[in-house]
């Protein structure tokens, strides 16, 4: 009976021992998940950037993706490759990028190609953020409408000129406490609504 006790105690003291290890390194707890991953409509993020918990090939992907290694509570990072229909984005298609109220104080949505770069061109239209949304729509609910195109489209346009098969980042600054711990729920992901395609030449 002594023995059944004192391997009972040893089993309750290790996961104890686990779960407060777990806890501190950021892996459980509010906004914390096992898996990391995260998809909302489409734009995903890992939940273990920015925390204690993330390894070292996360570390090494945020080093080469630029995301500057800041904490969730600073920024966290949705990335989408597809449209609303599931299709790759791509440099020879015309797309629409809408979007409501973020759940951050500040966010930017940025074009990148396939190699994580952003596209070599001269443009100087590469990310659009809340600045330009608030000068362009309703200050009370931040809507924008953004055309990720090769060609100008005039205000809210996004280059996707060289950019081949591109990727776009959605950048949240400075996020609500209720959308770190419940990110599924509290994000409304911007929609990308694929308008028509030119012929390679």
Not at 179 to 201: H, M, T, W
């Amino acid at each position: 009976m002594k023995i059944v006790s004192a391997f009972a105690g040893l089993f309750l003291g290790a996961l104890l021992g686990l779960g407060t290890a777990l806890a501190a390194a950021g892996i459980i707890g509010p906004g914390a998940r096992f898996g990391g991953a995260v998809d909302v409509s489409g734009w995903t993020s890992d939940w273990t950037i920015g925390s204690e918990s993330a390894n070292p090939w996360t570390r090494a992907r945020v080093a080469r993706h630029g995301l500057l290694a800041l904490t969730k509570d600073e920024a966290v990072y949705f990335t989408r490759n597809t449209d609303d229909a599931g299709d790759r984005l791509a440099e020879g298609c015309d797309y629409r990028v809408k979007g409501g109220a973020m759940p951050a104080q500040w966010w930017s949505i940025t074009l990148y190609n396939s190699e994580s770069y952003l596209p070599d061109n001269i443009d100087n239209a590469l990310s659009y953020d809340l600045t330009e949304a608030a000068s362009a729509g309703d200050p009370a609910d931040w809507l924008f409408d953004v055309s990720a195109s090769p060609s100008d489209a005039g205000s809210g346009w996004v280059s996707s000129r060289a950019g081949g098969n591109f990727d776009l980042t959605l950048r949240l600054y400075k996020p609500d406490a209720d959308f770190i711990a419940d990110p599924e729920r509290v994000l409304q992901a911007p929609s990308i609504e694929k308008l028509g395609c030119r012929e390679a030449n």
